[in-house]
């Protein structure tokens, strides 16, 4: 029995057996989503495998249950690679995400913007990304499943379902190109410039290695950022990690909608 089963069990056995359609990892501003679903909230501290607790964020909980009729698991936290210099932190969690028998997941994060159309508050749906960090999740891999094509590795398919719930519900939602930068440092001005020209919409520390991971695993996968800021240089705000989580919320709300109103035509 690998690690990943053994997990799912215990889940299986504190949740219930029904199997998950969905998994959700909700990035800064977003926690309220997960407090909203209809079943048991378990601390990452108690699941084998899942990133330490201490260091992954504010609700280090996976919860379980019910949200607008489908039967998901959202993960209130995730681990970065900044934070222990291990960009397949999240894999074990996603495998017992797999075994609980999810077939897609949605990322959400935080993200400054380099486009003028998009600013703080706003959204934006990954069309692509751009892994600007040289790291890969899936270095020290062994079988030949490592070799994972990307070509589509943002669904076409959830895109446009998502697009749709943005719709319905009367919500601008742009795509563009997310680059992942490793942080924790914040990027230069010049290193915002450089990847404007290489084509990024904006940019992050998070999602890209979860993307990898998922596509590896075999999950159909969708990310919507919430922009807070302006990326360096293109504003005369101040970035730092203060005014990335004041700021999350102003999307979160807009995101929580479109979310739950895809669920509801997924129910
Ligand atoms: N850069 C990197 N990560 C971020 C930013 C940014 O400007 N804003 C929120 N997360």
Redesign the pocket.
């Known amino acids: 029995m690998t690690d990943a089963t053994r997990t799912a069990q215990l889940i299986r056995a504190r949740a219930g057996e029904e199997p998950v359609r969905l998994g959700l990892i909700l990035g800064?501003g977003l926690g309220h989503l997960a407090h909203a679903v209809e079943g048991v909230a378990i601390p990452y501290g108690e699941l084998p495998g899942f990133p330490d607790a201490r260091v992954s964020g504010h609700n280090p909980n996976l919860h379980i249950g019910m949200l607008e009729g489908v039967r998901v698991a959202v993960f209130g936290a995730r681990e970065h690679y900044y934070e222990n210099g291990n960009a397949s932190a999240m894999r074990p969690a996603l495998e017992v995400l797999r075994e609980l028998g999810a077939v897609e997941l949605i990322l959400t994060?935080?993200?400054?913007s380099l486009r003028p159309d998009i600013r703080p508050g706003d959204l934006m749906l990954l069309s692509d990304h751009i892994n600007q960090s040289g790291l890969n999740p899936l270095i020290g891999e062994k079988t030949d499943a490592r070799f994972v094509p990307m070509t589509e590795a943002h669904s076409p398919r959830l895109r446009a379902a998502l697009q749709a719930a943005a719709e319905a519900e009367g919500i601008a939602l742009p795509e563009g190109v997310y680059a992942w930068?490793s942080?924790p440092s914040?990027?230069t001005p010049a290193e915002i410039r450089m990847i404007r020209l290489l084509g990024g919409d904006a940019?992050?520390?998070s999602t890209v290695p979860e993307v990898i991971l998922a596509r590896f695993l075999g999950l159909e996968v969708a990310a919507i950022s919430t922009?807070?800021?302006?990326?360096?240089g293109l504003s005369d705000e101040k970035?730092s990690h203060e005014h990335?989580k004041a700021m999350a919320p102003l999307g979160a709300a807009k995101l929580e909608r479109i979310l739950r109103r895809y669920l509801r035509a997924l129910g």
Do not use: P, Q
């Open positions: 800064s994060n935080a993200a400054g930068y942080g914040f990027e940019v992050g520390m922009v807070t800021n302006m990326a360096a970035i990335t």
